[in-house]
């Protein structure tokens, strides 16, 4: 479905992964339940339940797994996720750094690609069944 991602996404013309180069990557609000609870970090004015983004560690978020297809996958938290390309835009966007307790907006540069990470669900069923 995704085989073009990695070409899209991660990988220069060289066919080389692209370094030093700031990608969006957009969650689900609310992702399912980690396998391992001893991944999730408790927080108790979390009022949506489930495993949220801020739920997890800080640092490492997932594996990211560019297959030789071309198509990419990630495991966050032992759960098997889709990457695929998010809609591309006319115009610049930055990533910026804001850090209210110093009153500074940090640029930390332009957003070269978007990807979309939803839940595999196919792999998730048939791991199930």
């Known amino acids: 479905k995704n085989s073009n991602a990695a070409k899209e996404l991660f990988l220069g013309e060289d066919g080389e992964l692209m370094e030093d180069t700031i990608f969006l990557m957009q969650f689900p609000s609310v992702l399912p339940e980690l396998v391992d609870d001893m991944d999730e970090v408790q927080q108790d004015d979390d009022p949506n339940g489930g495993a949220t983004i801020n739920r997890l560690p800080d640092g490492l978020l997932g594996k990211l797994r560019i297959h030789k297809s071309g198509k990419v996958s990630m495991d966050i938290g032992g759960l098997p996720f889709c990457v695929d390309q998010g809609c591309r835009t ?40």
Do not use: R, W, Y
């Open 90 to 129: 006319f115009f610049h966007q930055d990533l910026v750094c804001v850090c209210p307790g110093t009153n500074e907006v940090i640029d930390m540069g332009a957003i070269a690609a978007k990807a979309v990470v939803t839940p595999d669900m196919e792999q998730m069923l048939s791991a199930t069944s």
